[in-house]
């Protein structure tokens, strides 16, 4: 099974700052990695997909990038609907798995 | 617009059983596969199980192997999870979840149901 490491647990930042979110597979998973965001009360949603293509309708601030084990998803620049907790995914190999996770929370 | 309905959860003993549903609309369901993920309490998510378009491919993880079947009936847009031996660990918000993309196998989960709250406790 391919475990997926996410870092930081928890990242507390500022409206308009810059987030930078972490993801480290145990193997090579090639390009095969996606993100997720996840809103209290809410089910996730996709974000980006095969490490740096945004899914419909998501704002350009989001962008993805990595290859092989190491990958980051990235916020320009904070908006307020973006805390949450954040996902990523592989599909390189079954099962599939998700990282634990990371809190974005407000400063 | 796609939606997804999931139902069946409830409170149930160890060793119970269950059977949860997703009613899909939207779409053509029988071109998607679709999966189960779950959420136990303030946990992150797990995927549980996958289902081609046709219902022939099926992937389970490993610790709901032998325990659970995923199925569906194309005819009625429906998604299904039986669950058997039920543990407490199995505690979760069971979440379906459709593949996302044009169709067919793509590795991506979008949208996702509201999810159903299945508890598992004497």
């Known amino acids: 099974e391919i475990v997926l490491t996410q870092s930081p647990a928890t990242l507390s930042l500022s409206p308009g700052e810059r987030a930078t979110l972490s993801c480290r597979a145990s193997?090579?998973?090639?390009?095969?990695l996606a993100w997720y965001q996840q809103k209290p009360g809410q089910a996730p949603r996709l974000l980006i997909y095969?490490?740096?293509n945004r899914a419909t309708g998501i704002p350009a601030r989001f962008s993805g990038s990595g290859s092989g084990t190491d990958f980051t998803l990235t916020i320009s620049s904070l908006e307020p609907e973006d805390f949450a907790i954040y996902y990523c995914?592989?599909?390189?190999?079954?099962?599939?798995?998700f990282g634990q996770g990371t809190k974005l929370e407000i400063k | 617009e796609v939606q997804l309905l999931e139902s069946g959860g409830a409170l149930v003993q160890p060793g119970g059983s269950l059977r949860l549903s997703c009613v899909a609309s939207?779409?053509?369901?029988?071109?998607?596969?679709m999966s189960w993920v779950r959420q136990a309490p303030g946990k992150g998510l797990e995927w549980v199980s996958s289902?081609?378009?046709?219902?022939?491919?099926?992937h389970n993880t490993d610790s709901v192997e032998g325990r659970f079947t995923i199925s569906r009936d194309n005819s009625k847009n429906t998604l299904y999870l039986q669950m058997t031996s039920l543990r407490v660990d199995d505690t979760a918000v069971y979440y379906c979840?459709?593949?996302?993309?044009?169709?067919?196998?793509?590795?991506?989960?979008?949208?996702w149901g509201q999810g159903t709250l299945v508890t598992v406790s004497s």
């Open positions: 939207g779409f053509t369901f029988s071109n998607y596969p």
């Open positions: 995914q592989q599909r390189s190999n079954w099962p599939r798995t």
């Open positions: 095969d490490v740096s």
């Open positions: 979840a459709k593949e996302w993309g044009a169709s067919g196998w793509t590795g991506w989960l979008d949208p």
């Open positions: 193997q090579s998973i090639s390009s095969y």
């Open positions: 289902i081609g378009g046709s219902g022939v491919r099926i």
